[in-house]
């Protein structure tokens, strides 16, 4: 009996009704697609990066062979999936994991088996031992009678996209009757109902993982009605959403409802569609859904923001940043941290790129030749972290003569879905991590991310340097004093709030409006487990970020701190701290209360101003911690860092506690003393529990967060909103608002400056009044979702 009607008795082969009718010849040219997608084309193994990287892979291939050892409940010793008592307790997600793990393992020797240049192409012990384990594994653990455990990911996804990728590279070697209990496992494990579009179905990137594994078994069965089933269930995923997981219009990505997750489960998503769309271009099951552009134009208004010379920002990773390295690895392993999921998702968006016109493809691959070259702390083809198939594929972008590498863009992207702003000046990047009624606190789950809980407390990132939070930082930075927050030192237990449970504060007034160069930014602060409240903004401006606190109050009796910066020094740093031109002791441990400071430096990172001159906190510390502290599956390693930290101390019960200081990224200490002694370039506007505004004179800009309606002059506000005007050399202006609490019906905005004519407008405007001053009439802005509504105005 052929493979064919062996697998159509066994598997219920056979079309559904409508399914669309496919050849043998055509599901066999989909198997050596998707291999070809797997291992990477048109590459010398005799060169680098290739040799060495075709080495490491045959030396752990060689590794499993040599341990491997199938007895009952495991098929490596150091993987035992076995759980004696069998639920979804940690203990259990321990033992689901090793099911993925084992098969991850058979796919690696898979790999080797069928790539050049690893000492064990070919190799028939090697292929004996896979295939022994693949009939292992399916007899003990993974069979179509089989029962889950622990985490579902390990059953639904993670082992059998590692299964079926194996399936791919031995077919010509595994008998029928195997493939097709592997294949009857996978239907047991991951029925149809897993991308039917009802309530409680995922989306997102769980739902195209789940498209993922539906198309494979559907190609090595050759199952028209499986492929043609991922290819239209891919449509919900690929669609705009208005909650929950997926693709905004503002260009953020959630997952788990909450997250903001562009930079984690957004990289499994884009890279996803990337293999499915190259997978079944030019096929009977083309992805042609007019949806499919929705993830095309997402690559420059999602991920491409979110990535700065080769990382992604933690900001948008969730409780990927707690694993680092895990637990059983050695030294010099690879470790996940920013830079290695931004690899990752350059590799995604070089993938996607296959499938676009060349215009657009061209564009890309000037992105990607930007950020590969320009990651020089961890450059990106010599990152173990990068797939091989996806080396090949930058590889040849980067030596492509014919590409010219696009660099970093100057500019502001607000995500007010997601409570996010990105910014970027030369040579440096920010970011605001914020928290509202729509977005989490943070998250906690499978064990991971057990102290994230200030992460979304107004955390103020910056990178002049570009190992700044890829250099040990998680596991040793003190959680309760992260860059820019304003916390509470009350005491809070590993993982508060509980599994996925995602705390979230009664807070509606989070985002801002931005021009796309400048902006204004602003957070009502609820704090986690916290009677904390505070209201926070950020003035971004061309080479500075301007911070003001206001109506801090807090009755935990605990000390509530604001954070000016918690700078990473490094294993070794000795970066000295300038205060007002004195230089600070250098030692560890150092600390000390400062008095009147006007501006502080630090050296190789950018210096600081404090126009109040206020008492600033200091403190210079070495600081020892293991990825297990913040992730169960983490490495017991220690790693020391040391830290030099600057902090506004509001007290124990504060009730109007306020700060304000600026931070200038990459400043030198003559530039910082400069700036601090020049009187026109910044006026606070005002600093208070109802409005918070500057103006700065040099660029043109006047920005104010009215918490509540009122007047901050020049501008009045009838309804609470986010306000920026920017006056052009040209004789124009740009004004641009927006209501983050979205219950904004109506709002007058009045500029007191002379315009004579109105430009443009966006729909929201129902009426505009020119003159000596400036008014503008908006109608309804509850349903805007807190974007930027902008005017353009003649002066």
């Known amino acids: 009996m052929s493979r064919r009607l062996f697998l159509a008795a066994a598997v219920g082969g056979g079309l559904l009704a409508g399914a669309a009718p496919a050849s043998a010849s055509e599901f066999a040219g989909l198997r050596v697609r998707w291999r070809d997608l797997l291992l990477g084309t048109g590459f010398n193994p005799t060169v680098e990066p290739f040799r060495s990287r075709l080495e490491g892979l045959g030396n752990s291939a060689e590794r499993y062979l040599k341990s491997i050892k199938p007895v009952s409940g495991s098929l490596w010793p150091d993987a035992v999936f076995a759980d004696p ?7 259990s997600v321990g033992y689901s994991g090793k099911i993925r ?11 080797a088996y069928n790539q050049p240049g690893t000492r064990y192409t070919h190799d ?63 239907d047991h494990f991951v029925p149809n109902r897993e991308v039917e579009d009802r309530p409680g179905v995922s989306l997102g990137s769980n739902r195209v993982n789940h498209c993922q594994v539906l198309a494979l078994r559907g190609v090595l069965g050759e199952r028209a009605d499986k492929v043609e ?23 953020s990505f959630i997952q788990h409802g909450k997250l903001p997750y562009a930079g984690a489960y957004g990289v499994d998503y884009l890279t996803g569609l990337g293999l499915l769309f190259a997978l079944l271009a030019d096929s009977t099951w083309q992805v042609t859904h007019p949806n499919r552009q929705v993830v095309l134009g997402s690559v420059e208004r999602t991920w491409a923001p979110l990535i700065f010379d080769g990382l992604v920002f933690d900001a948008v990773s969730g409780r990927a940043i707690s694993r680092g390295l895990r637990a059983g690895t050695g030294p010099g392993s690879a470790q996940d941290d920013d830079h290695a999921r931004g690899h990752a998702l ?93 977005i989490a606190h943070y998250e906690y789950g499978n064990g991971e991310n057990l102290r994230g809980w200030h992460t979304g407390s107004g955390m103020l990132s910056w990178w002049g340097d570009r190992g700044q939070y890829s250099d040990g930082f998680w596991p040793t930075v003190d959680p309760y004093r992260l860059p820019g927050t304003t916390a509470s030192a009350k005491q809070l237990v590993d993982g508060h709030g509980g599994e996925y449970g995602l705390p979230t504060p009664e807070a509606d007034w989070v985002g801002g409006t931005t021009d796309g160069t400048c902006a204004a930014v602003g957070q009502h602060l609820r704090g986690l487990n916290s009677t904390l409240s505070a209201r926070k903004s950020w003035f971004f401006a061309d080479d500075a970020v301007v911070c003001l606190g206001a ?12 954070v000016v910066d918690n700078r990473n020094l490094g294993e070794a740093g000795t970066a000295v701290l300038t205060v007002d031109g004195t230089a600070q002791p250098t030692g560890f441990p150092w600390s000390a209360s400062l008095e009147k400071v006007g501006w502080a430096h630090l050296a190789g990172h950018g210096g600081y101003l404090f126009p109040d001159r206020p008492t600033v906190r200091a403190q210079r510390e070495q600081r020892t911690g293991r990825w297990r502290d913040i992730n169960t599956g983490g490495s017991t390693d220690p790693v020391t860092r040391r830290y030099q930290t600057l902090w506004y101390d509001h007290g124990t019960a504060p009730s109007a506690g306020a700060y304000r200081y600026v931070l200038l990224p990459g400043a030198t200490a003559e530039s910082t003393a400069t700036r601090a002694a020049a009187a026109d370039w910044l006026t606070v506007l005002s600093n208070t529990a109802s409005a918070q505004g500057v103006a700065l004179p040099r660029i043109g800009v006047t920005a104010v967060n009215f918490w509540t309606a009122g007047t901050v002059p020049p501008l009045t506000a009838t309804a609470p909103c986010s306000v920026l005007v920017r006056v052009d050399e040209d ?25 004579t004519a109105v430009l443009s407008t966006p729909p929201t405007v129902t009426a505009t009044r020119t003159g000596q001053s400036f008014a503008v009439d908006f109608g309804d802005l509850s349903t805007t979702n807190g974007a930027t509504q902008s005017l353009h105005l003649r002066l």
Not at 85 to 91: G, K, L, M, S, Y
Not at 404 to 418: D, K, M, S, W, Y
Not at 551 to 562: F, H, L, P, Q, S
């Open 731 to 755: 004789g124009t202006a740009t004004l641009c608002v927006a209501a983050p609490t979205r219950d904004v019906r109506a709002l007058t905005v009045t500029w007191q400056h002379p315009v």
């Open 346 to 438: 350059i590799a995604g968006i070089a993938l996607l790129a296959k499938g676009v016109p060349a215009n657009e493809r061209a564009c890309w691959h000037r992105l990607v030749k930007g950020w590969v070259e320009r990651d020089t702390y961890r450059p990106v083809l010599t990152d173990r972290a990068v797939d091989f198939a996806s080396l090949t594929r930058l590889t040849a972008i980067a030596a492509d003569p014919a590409v010219t590498a696009l660099p970093e863009p100057v500019e502001h992207r607000l995500f007010p879905q997601t409570d996010r702003a990105v910014h970027r000046g030369s040579g440096w990047a920010a970011v605001v991590s914020m928290a509202s009624r729509r």
């Open 101 to 111: 793990d084992s098969y991850d393992r058979l796919r690696t020797m898979a790999f």
């Open 124 to 186: 028939t012990k090697l292929l004996k031992a896979t295939l022994d384990g693949l009939v292992h594994l399916e007899k003990e653990v993974y069979h179509a009678n089989g029962s889950t455990y622990g985490n579902w990911y390990h059953w639904r996804i993670g082992a059998p996209q590692a299964l079926l990728d194996t399936c791919v590279l031995l077919y010509e070697h595994i008998p029928a009757d195997a493939l097709a209990r592997y294949l009857a496992a996978v």
């Open 551 to 562: 109506g801090i109050g807090c009755r935990d009796n605990a000390t509530v701190r604001t």
């Open 229 to 251: 089933l991922a290819r239209d269930a891919l449509t919900a995923a690929m669609a705009y959403v208005t909650s929950g997981d997926g693709i905004y219009r503002d260009g």
């Open 85 to 91: 008592e069998p639920d979804d307790d940690p203990e």
